[in-house]
């Protein structure tokens, strides 16, 4: 498919599917109870689909993937409470949530492959266990057949390029059990592309890395690039066979952090199609609270070299500064400001939300927890934002993303055999050109 026609094929999509939406109401709601109910009314039209949520990682932690062990309708009260469940995501109106099944980078090969799948398994039991509230969703048509059904439909992403163990057989293998997206590296480089938060070793994707891409593009696999390097975020945009999404990122342009997105890449999603949904997380939220994170471990270091081999005088130094030095204040708004600068740079059929709820600490004053969707909402119609805008952010914009992902690999499978290729092949090649 050109990018001609992919371009058209998703306004196409998005303008059918918001027609309903823009002849809904007119004029701007002027209370907050108006804002309330034009919020419900829209998730009521459209699945609210947040891109990435880390619960089956926090169930495994507290655990060990033992189901029988919690209630999931009511995870508040738990040792360690959770941002996530069954409870909270119907007051926050979910309609749709990419589970992300994220091993950690210190897990490589096939102690990685064993224990995503072991992760993905837990999905699927999830879903069984709670057969009145999840249904498992492997298609856009799914996920609003789902929703529409009074459920919230359960999609799987993976997180972490390690999972695959730079196998494109593994790859297949989890797309075939389920995985609809997965997220090229996590904090640390993979052997075919590098992170954001890692030293750059390849300068991007490596031919293997393109290979990867392409396989995911052949599959129906959406390419996240969250967590990768800026340049392997060009990469991807070059191959241009399919839109990408950012399961969970924010805009560097307000906080220069490397995980979040540049306005070099923003600029590009229109041609690609592909869709930023935004993170809740303080630390890439906030400029401010970031810059206290690396004062800390300035500051930590310094005592460290002050007091050798004395880690109580450390700690102790430490919690000192913290009391000096509280976390600043963030809330809500600046969600919102993210939100706003995605689409003033990229556009409205740009953005959506990937909250990374149970997989960050600090969360914004108002966004606690999954319940908190509703308020966000209501905040961007404040700011001025159509019901057709929430409708967009909160679903649209992923399900077009999603069907156009879906009709690009039915092209290509019909047209492309799955690659053969294995890594080791294109390192023997390299060593003797």
Same mark, same amino acid.
């Given at each position: 498919?050109?990018?001609?026609?992919?371009?058209?094929?998703?306004?196409?999509?998005?303008?059918?599917?918001?027609?309903?939406?823009?002849?809904?109401?007119?004029?701007?709601?002027?209370?907050?109870?108006?804002?309330?109910?034009?919020?419900?009314?829209?998730?009521?039209?459209?699945?609210?689909?947040?891109?990435?949520?880390?619960?089956?990682?926090?169930?495994?932690?507290?655990?060990?993937?033992?189901?029988?062990?919690?209630?999931?309708?009511?995870?508040?009260?738990?040792?360690?409470?959770?941002?996530?469940?069954?409870?909270?995501?119907?007051?926050?109106?979910?309609?749709?949530?990419?589970?992300?099944?994220?091993?950690?980078?210190?897990?490589?090969?096939?102690?990685?492959?064993?224990?995503?799948?072991?992760?993905?398994?837990?999905?699927?039991?999830?879903?069984?266990?709670?057969?009145?509230?999840?249904?498992?969703?492997?298609?856009?048509?799914?996920?609003?057949?789902?929703?529409?059904?009074?459920?919230?439909?359960?999609?799987?992403?993976?997180?972490?390029?390690?999972?695959?163990?730079?196998?494109?057989?593994?790859?297949?293998?989890?797309?075939?059990?389920? !995985?609809?997206?997965?997220?090229?590296?996590?904090?640390?480089?993979?052997?075919?592309?590098?992170? !954001?938060?890692?030293?750059?070793?390849?300068?991007?994707?490596?031919?293997?890395?393109?290979?990867?891409?392409?396989?995911?593009?052949?599959?129906?696999?959406?390419?996240?690039?969250?967590?990768?390097?800026?340049?392997?975020?060009?990469?991807?945009?070059?191959?241009?066979?399919?839109?990408?999404?950012?399961?969970?990122?924010?805009?560097? !342009?307000?906080?220069?952090?490397?995980?979040?997105?540049?306005?070099?890449?923003?600029?590009?999603?229109?041609?690609?199609?592909?869709?930023?949904?935004?993170?809740?997380?303080?630390?890439?939220?906030?400029?401010?609270?970031?810059?206290?994170?690396?004062?800390?471990?300035?500051?930590?270091?310094?005592?460290?070299?002050?007091?050798?081999?004395?880690?109580?005088?450390?700690?102790?130094?430490?919690?000192?500064?913290?009391?000096?030095?509280?976390?600043?204040?963030?809330?809500?708004?600046?969600?919102?400001?993210?939100?706003?600068?995605?689409?003033?740079?990229?556009?409205?059929?740009?953005?959506?939300?990937?909250?990374?709820?149970?997989?960050?600490?600090?969360?914004?004053?108002?966004?606690?927890?999954?319940?908190?969707?509703?308020?966000?909402?209501?905040?961007?119609?404040?700011?001025?934002?159509?019901?057709?805008?929430?409708?967009?952010? !909160?679903?649209?914009?992923?399900?077009?993303?999603?069907?156009?992902?879906?009709?690009?690999?039915?092209?290509?499978?019909?047209?492309?055999?799955?690659?053969?290729?294995?890594?080791?092949?294109?390192?023997?090649?390299?060593?003797?050109?």
């Amino acid at each position: 498919m050109g990018r001609w026609m992919l371009t058209r094929c998703w306004m196409v999509i998005g303008l059918a599917a918001s027609a309903g939406l823009a002849a809904a109401g007119e004029g701007e709601p002027s209370t907050a109870a108006e804002r309330q109910a034009i919020v419900r009314e829209v998730l009521g039209q459209v699945p609210l689909i947040d891109g990435h949520n880390d619960a089956p990682w926090a169930i495994r932690d507290q655990f060990s993937n033992h189901l029988a062990a919690f209630d999931f309708h009511d995870t508040a009260g738990l040792e360690k409470p959770m941002h996530t469940d069954i409870r909270r995501l119907r007051v926050g109106g979910l309609g749709g949530q990419f589970w992300s099944v994220w091993v950690p980078t210190s897990l490589d090969g096939a102690e990685a492959v064993v224990t995503v799948l072991e992760q993905i398994d837990l999905v699927h039991r999830l879903a069984a266990r709670y057969p009145e509230d999840l249904e498992i969703a492997l298609t856009a048509d799914d996920i609003v057949r789902i929703h529409s059904e009074g459920k919230i439909a359960s999609m799987i992403g993976v997180e972490g390029g390690h999972s695959i163990d730079a196998s494109l057989a593994v790859l297949r293998s989890l797309y075939a059990v389920g !995985a609809r997206y997965m997220t090229l590296t996590h904090w640390e480089n993979v052997p075919w592309a590098d992170a !954001a938060t890692d030293d750059p070793v390849l300068g991007g994707l490596s031919d293997f890395g393109e290979l990867v891409v392409k396989e995911m593009n052949r599959l129906g696999m959406l390419v996240d690039l969250s967590h990768v390097s800026a340049k392997v975020m060009h990469d991807a945009l070059d191959l241009g066979r399919a839109p990408v999404i950012f399961s969970h990122s924010n805009a560097f !342009a307000l906080n220069p952090y490397p995980r979040n997105v540049p306005d070099d890449v923003l600029e590009r999603l229109p041609a690609n199609g592909g869709v930023v949904m935004v993170n809740f997380s303080s630390f890439f939220l906030s400029r401010a609270v970031t810059q206290r994170y690396a004062a800390a471990k300035a500051e930590e270091a310094r005592l460290e070299t002050l007091f050798p081999g004395a880690p109580k005088a450390v700690e102790e130094e430490m919690d000192s500064w913290y009391s000096a030095h509280p976390t600043p204040a963030v809330t809500l708004d600046d969600v919102a400001d993210h939100l706003d600068h995605v689409v003033e740079v990229a556009g409205i059929d740009h953005v959506g939300l990937g909250s990374d709820f149970d997989g960050i600490r600090s969360v914004p004053e108002g966004l606690e927890d999954v319940s908190g969707y509703p308020a966000l909402l209501a905040a961007l119609l404040e700011r001025g934002w159509s019901r057709e805008d929430i409708a967009k952010l !909160a679903g649209l914009n992923v399900l077009r993303v999603m069907r156009v992902a879906e009709r690009v690999a039915a092209e290509l499978q019909r047209n492309e055999q799955p690659s053969e290729v294995l890594i080791e092949d294109l390192d023997e090649m390299e060593e003797h050109e």
